[in-house]
T-cell receptor
Framework: DAGVTQSPTHLIKTRGQHVTLRCSPISGHKSVSWYQQVLGQGPQFIFQYYEKEERGRGNFPDRFSARQFPNYSSELNVNALLLGDSALYLC??????????FGPGTRLTVT | AQTVTQSQPEMSVQEAETVTLSCTYD???????LFWYKQPPSRQMILVIRQEAYKQQNATENRFSVNFQKAAKSFSLKISDSQLGDTAMYFCAFMTNLFGNEKLTFGTGTRLTIIP
């Protein structure tokens, strides 16, 4: 079975631009969560979606938004990029066991 | 607010030895879940083991086991017969799942190096 997939693997953006990151959960998983991991730190929770509804939001500015589609895949959008948004963005999916399974991440570099 | 503390930024151990990674947490909740995740240089976050707070028995998964002390809010990970493939960052994480929110709160991690 395929695990959580994320695209793209790596991208480079300029300050002020917009970025969209994509995530496909494990088949059968209806919950998707997004995390930001700055170099040298643990991941920080951004959003959780379940059945297309937002279940939780972390302490991130409104420049960050997300959505979940009927097939349970998800997008994370970041507007007006700042240098401080440079990080590894992780997507995780879960079923009903509270165990979250992570994708390989998208490395975002803002210059 | 929940917090997770990992007080050992780095550790190293000889191959085949046993190593214990420490984690403490702070919460006012009674029902919660605790996890250990491994992040090797490939950066893929891998679930190692989980513990439900209502269970008194410590979780084990092959060479990995935990020492869960609920009153002390301590959740350490023991790796037995360590292998070179165990070299990675290890993160302790906490979840309450209040109102269906499966937010994981992570510690700052412990970098573990297994020496051949």
């Amino acid at each position: 079975d395929a695990g959580v997939t994320q695209s793209p693997t790596h991208l480079i953006k300029t300050r002020g631009q917009h970025v969209t990151l994509r995530c496909s959960p494990i088949s059968g998983h209806k919950s998707v969560s997004w995390y930001q991991q700055v170099l040298g730190q643990g991941p920080q929770f951004i959003f959780q979606y379940y059945e297309k509804e937002e279940r939780g939001r972390g302490n991130f500015p409104d420049r960050f938004s997300a959505r979940q589609f009927p097939n349970y895949s998800s997008e994370l959008n970041v507007n007006a990029l700042l240098l401080g948004d440079s990080a590894l963005y992780l997507c995780a999916s879960s079923s009903t066991s509270y165990e979250q399974y992570f994708g390989p991440g998208t490395r975002l570099t803002v210059t | 607010a929940q917090t997770v503390t990992q007080s050992q930024p780095e550790m190293s151990v000889q191959e085949a030895e046993t190593v214990t990674l420490s984690c403490t947490y702070d919460t006012s909740e009674n029902n919660y879940y605790l996890f250990w995740y491994k992040q090797p240089p490939s950066r893929q976050m891998i679930l190692v083991i989980r513990q439900e707070a209502y269970k008194q028995q410590n979780a084990t998964e092959n060479r990995f086991s935990v020492n869960f002390q609920k009153a002390a809010k301590s959740f350490s990970l023991k790796i037995s017969d360590s292998q070179l493939g165990d070299t990675a960052m290890y993160f302790c994480a906490f979840m309450t799942n209040l109102f269906g929110n499966e937010k994981l709160t992570f510690g700052t991690g412990t970098r573990l190096t297994i020496i051949p």
